[in-house]
């Protein structure tokens, strides 16, 4: 089992649609979670960061976080073209705090 | 501030030969990384500082790689000798923070010949 994994995509949205991506863990014990959205020919960046249960908005971004069932998921709205990129999740582990696990990474792809 | 910077952007070389990458990375941050990403392998962690010590190597791939952290703001990934496969690109980042998000470099994209 992967630490982290991610379905590959690609996910296709309608522009103005939500897009929603999702992620599970591994390590029970992870305490930090990010999304990273990275574009073709271009180094990971940071939208996302979340450490507790529940929501996490901002602007048209919303991360979901549920320990218990080790799900970490991504809600984009009003999707725009400018929106397609490969969007990475990643965790903390709990041995080494300081070690971030990247899942593997979705593609989301938003259709005019 | 501007950001992690590395070194070259890009670099081709032959199979055989030394190849060093620089990374800098953002003032303040005591944690830098560096990571390679593939698109068979994905993102993988290579080898981490913490206050210019390395914490974990665990992730570089054999001893034909190296890291070191001189000071506080300047970190080199040599590959002697370089091979084929060790083509990818290769990425920088830092953190000030233990559990906290990191930051990456624009990435050196690697063409071993």
């Known amino acids: 089992q992967k630490e982290v994994e991610q379905n590959s995509g690609p996910l296709s949205v309608p522009e103005g649609a939500i897009a929603s991506l999702n992620c599970t863990y591994s390590d029970r014990g992870s305490q930090s979670f990010f999304w990273y959205r990275q574009y073709s020919g271009k180094s990971p960046e940071l939208i996302m960061s979340?450490?507790?249960?529940g929501d996490k908005e901002d602007g048209r971004f919303t991360a979901q976080l549920n320990k218990a069932s080790q799900y970490v998921s991504l809600l984009i709205r009003d999707s725009q073209p400018s929106d397609s990129a490969t969007y990475l999740c990643?965790?903390?582990?709990?041995?080494?705090?300081?070690?971030?696990?990247f899942g593997s990474g979705t593609r989301l792809s938003i259709r005019p | 501030d501007a950001g992690v910077i590395q070194s070259p952007r890009h670099e081709v070389t032959e199979m055989g030969q030394e190849v060093t990458l620089r990374c800098k990375p953002i003032s303040g941050h005591d944690y830098l990384f560096w990571y390679r990403q593939t698109m068979m392998r994905g993102l993988e962690l290579l080898i981490y500082f913490n206050n210019n010590v390395p914490i974990d190597d665990s992730g570089m791939p054999e001893d034909r790689f190296s890291a070191k952290m001189p000071n506080a703001s300047f970190s080199t990934l040599k590959i002697q000798p370089s091979e084929p496969r060790d083509s990818a690109v290769y990425f920088c980042?830092?953190?000030?923070?233990?559990?906290?998000?990191?930051?990456f470099g624009p990435g050196t994209r690697l063409t071993v010949l």
């Open positions: 979340i450490y507790s249960n």
């Open positions: 980042a830092s953190t000030a923070d233990r559990a906290g998000a990191q930051y």
């Open positions: 990643a965790v903390t582990g709990y041995s080494s705090a300081s070690k971030i696990i």
